[in-house]
């Protein structure tokens, strides 16, 4: 196995030194003043300078960063327009639940609106918000991939908030 070459910790503080500065104007216009969004990208631009140190010769360097840092702002733009809208679960404590009764009617609600979903779709709920485990976990516990397992989410969580409108209970 071939490895590539990695620049020195020199070399990229001396990058950071000379460009980071000039880079983070540049994206912070590209994204609309977001400083923290603007800061991704220029730890993400100096990373791919670390792993690609052959292309940071002579006078190319700057450019290079640039066309980088330009490149990552779309590509996070294009992917953030591709991915469904997230579908916030519905709060429970959100909902009013006076007394004892209350709270045990809404969780048989809750219970009863999680049956009328395809099983697949119950897993990944039951897994993420019922166990607690984060995406990857849940993707391994149930083989599936990381992808897999946020689209189900979303569509479930989708599809959960309808059949509970449905059946009369409102956030």
Not at 60 to 84: D, E, H, K, M, Q
Request: glycine fraction near 6%.
């Amino acid at each position: 196995m071939r490895t590539r070459p990695v620049a020195d910790e020199e070399l990229l503080r001396s990058l950071y030194d000379e460009h980071a500065a000039a880079l983070l104007g540049f994206v912070r216009r590209l994204v609309d003043g977001d400083r923290q969004h603007a800061e991704d990208i220029v730890q993400e631009t100096l990373l791919r300078a670390w792993r690609h140190p052959d292309a940071l010769t002579g006078d190319r360097a700057r450019p290079w960063l640039f066309t980088v840092a330009r490149n990552l702002v779309i590509s996070r733009y294009r992917a953030r327009g591709a991915r469904a809208q997230e579908v916030p679960l519905l709060a429970v404590d959100t909902l009013v639940a006076d007394d004892e009764l209350d709270r045990a009617m809404l969780s048989w609600q809750i219970a009863d609106a999680l049956g009328k979903l395809t099983s697949a779709h119950r897993e990944v709920l039951v897994h993420l918000f019922f166990g607690g485990q984060s995406i990857a976990g849940a993707a391994s516990a149930l083989g599936i991939p990381e992808g897999t397992v946020k689209s189900r989410s979303f569509y479930a969580l989708r599809a959960l908030r309808l059949v509970l409108e449905e059946s009369g209970v409102q956030p």
